[in-house]
């Protein structure tokens, strides 16, 4: 079992900036995949960025701005995100998996956090 419990959402102005946190509770979770989603109000949740033990990937709409990284000894992966845009406002989500597949469909992802608020004004 694993929780994961994510942080560093906030208001903040168009072409700033946020680092996202997502603590997990688990010794291995190492081995997890772990993705980014977010959800805006009357639509789906969407993947943002994704992150295995080796190797990343990153939705089109945010490369160039966001970055994801772990650091396995905390047990927490970051997300973050650059240049932000008010169409990046929504609700943020860590989402985690065993093994090596990273996935971008939400319905793969095993377990999931309680989501934190990230609205940019323009």
């Known amino acids: 079992q694993v929780q994961l419990v994510e942080s560093g959402g906030d208001l903040v102005q168009a072409g700033g900036s946020l680092r996202l946190s997502c603590a997990a509770s688990?010794?291995?979770?190492?081995?997890?995949?772990v993705g980014w989603f977010r959800q805006a109000p009357g639509k789906e949740r969407e993947f943002v960025a994704g992150?295995?033990?080796?190797?990343?990937r990153l939705a089109d709409s945010v490369k160039g701005r966001f970055t994801i990284s772990r650091d396995n000894a905390k047990n927490t992966v970051y997300l973050q995100m650059n240049s932000l845009k008010p169409e990046d406002t929504a609700v943020y989500y860590c989402?985690?998996?065993?093994?090596?597949?990273?996935?971008?469909?939400?319905?793969?992802?095993?377990?999931w956090g309680q989501g934190t608020q990230v609205t940019v004004s323009s």
């Open positions: 992150i295995k033990y080796s190797g990343d």
């Open positions: 989402a985690a998996k065993p093994g090596l597949y990273l996935p971008t469909m939400a319905e793969a992802y095993d377990y």
């Open positions: 688990g010794r291995t979770f190492s081995s997890y995949s």
